[in-house]
């Protein structure tokens, strides 16, 4: 039977790069939920249609198919219409976007079963907003993963500063906190830890800190 972990929490928490890593230590698969949300944002812009417009976002469903692969050096990727769109999803416009796309039931449902398929079928580590409330209430595990929104706005600017992006501070303290409202306020699986979740604050670790704090949660509970 195959094991389930969920990791939700605010955006820049780390919980995309703690999952992998942790996924590659134990020899689990990692799903990146959230770049599924955000690959439907970009199909958005593309069509220019504005995320706040339900009946144009469907619209774009239709003709829109997500996958998650691995590349050459074994790295998951995401694929929109069969296009590797990993690095053009991770910029703070998509994300805001991603976070409207996320509110409507639909483009919810149009990607639940993907993810649930995966962990059917595969040992996984899943991270998104509302993995251990909604995609998988039964998972072996539920880990909260959170930092403060100035932490998390630091180590997204030095992210976005080392690719070369011309980016103020300011503003991406700004679209964290805003994206934490967003999230948390959705009518629609808004974020919150699941009730029997383990909460986790990374905002004092460094990177190597909370991989380790959470390899040995996750040692212990499966």
């Known amino acids: 039977m195959s094991i389930a972990i969920a990791i939700d929490g605010p955006a820049g928490a780390g919980k995309s790069t703690i999952a992998r890593m942790a996924a590659k230590e134990l020899g ?3 799903v990146d939920t959230g770049a599924l949300y955000r690959t439907i944002a970009l199909a958005c812009q593309r069509a220019n249609v504005k995320t706040d417009n339900t009946l144009e976002v469907l619209a774009i469903l239709d003709k829109t198919e997500v996958k998650l692969a ?6 998951q990727i995401v694929l929109l219409n069969n296009e590797d769109v990993s690095s053009l999803i991770r910029t703070p416009e998509i994300s805001m976007m991603a ?5 409507i039931p639909q483009v919810r449902a149009f990607l639940l079963d993907l993810q649930r398929n995966m962990a059917k079928t595969n040992n996984v580590i899943m991270d998104g907003r509302d993995i251990g409330t909604v995609v998988l209430p039964d998972a072996k595990l539920k880990i909260f993963l ?3 929104p100035e932490c998390r706005a630091k180590r997204r600017y030095d992210e976005l500063i080392e690719k070369g992006m011309d980016i103020k501070y300011d503003d991406i303290l700004q679209d964290v906190i805003d994206r934490d409202y967003a999230d948390s306020h959705r009518d629609i699986a808004p974020l919150k830890p699941a009730s029997d979740a383990i909460e986790v604050d990374t905002s004092d670790e460094s990177l190597e800190e909370s991989v380790n704090r959470l390899l040995a949660i996750m040692k212990e509970h499966i």
Request: hydrophobic fraction near 35%; avoid cysteine.
């Open 146 to 148: 959170f930092a403060s």
């Open 70 to 75: 691995f590349n050459e050096k074994n790295e």
């Open 28 to 30: 689990f698969i990692y």
């Open 99 to 103: 976070s409207s796309v996320s509110k």
